[in-house]
């Protein structure tokens, strides 16, 4: 198993992915779309079992976000299309074309899932939802209110910690803050975060439509709480939905053997 980091430059701004081929030949095709607070680095623990299932897995940093390009729209369209063609971009380098993706994505991403989906319906096998955030009000705050709040939770590297910890409701060792926290205060990311934090404000216009879907959500996650509950199964209202009873908003960190035996299941039954 071998990962392979690029980028791909879409009218000269650079999408960040990596690349991992399956020790066996390849018989699943998986992407794992980070969300603003992760990049590709954060799900190396599911690799391994992606692997022994015989997937493609292909990780990428949310246009704007990791180590993508800062200046990228936020715009669910334009990301939905700008990952499609990373996508598109590897079925050409392994000679798969017409690939069906498993479409998975984490917290605010699951909303360029969903944009995904339903503007290449013939290419999604299934799409999974890990911690599903279609929508945060920070930017509803009074004016300067989301200025505010990124000044003093992602730039203060003690209060960042914090937030981390009480989103993931586990303590984080310090290699996996830092690589959360670290593109977060490159020149640009601050604007990029704002600008998606007002984009975010309103959930998506459109639901899950027919793929087939599962949505794993943690029990302890404070970034899903009854309201986002009810806004998850009005937006994918034929999804299998399981709670992760221990879990926060990180299972890939703090959760990766019960969601490598989700994903294991779900993909075998989907194959």
Not at 65 to 89: H, N, T, Y
Not at 124 to 153: C, L, M
């Amino acid at each position: 198993m071998t990962e392979e980091s690029r980028y791909l430059s879409f009218s000269g701004a650079r999408v960040h992915f990596s690349v991992v081929r399956p020790e066996t030949p390849i018989r699943n095709h998986v992407l794992l779309l980070s969300s603003p607070l992760i990049n590709t680095f954060h799900w190396r623990k599911l690799l391994p079992e992606l692997s022994s299932l015989g997937c493609l897995a292909v990780m990428v940093d949310l246009p704007g976000f990791g180590r993508s390009d800062c200046g990228i729209s936020q715009d669910d369209d334009v990301r939905a299309r700008l990952v499609w063609g990373v996508l598109d971009e590897v079925d050409r380098a392994f000679g798969t074309p017409l690939s069906l993706w498993h479409l998975c994505g984490h917290g605010l991403a699951c909303g360029v899932i969903l944009r995904m989906a339903a503007m290449y319906p013939d290419s999604a096998k299934t799409q999974i939802h890990i911690s599903p955030t279609f929508s945060v009000d920070i930017a509803r705050r009074s004016d300067g209110g989301a200025e505010r709040w990124y000044d003093a939770n992602v730039l203060v590297a003690g209060r960042f910690r914090r937030m981390i910890e009480y989103y993931s409701g586990y303590p984080m060792d310090d290699y996996i803050i830092d690589r959360m926290r670290a593109p977060l205060t490159r020149p640009g990311a601050r604007g990029a975060f704002l600008r998606m934090l007002r984009r975010s404000a309103s959930p998506p216009r459109q639901g899950m439509g027919f793929c087939p879907t599962m949505a794993l959500i943690g029990g302890r996650d404070p970034l899903i709480d009854d309201a986002r509950l009810a806004q998850i199964r009005a937006l994918l209202p034929d999804a299998e939905i399981h709670r992760l009873a221990s879990a926060g908003h990180f299972p890939m960190e703090t959760h990766s053997k019960a969601l490598r035996d989700y994903l294991r299941g779900w993909i075998r039954y989907n194959a």
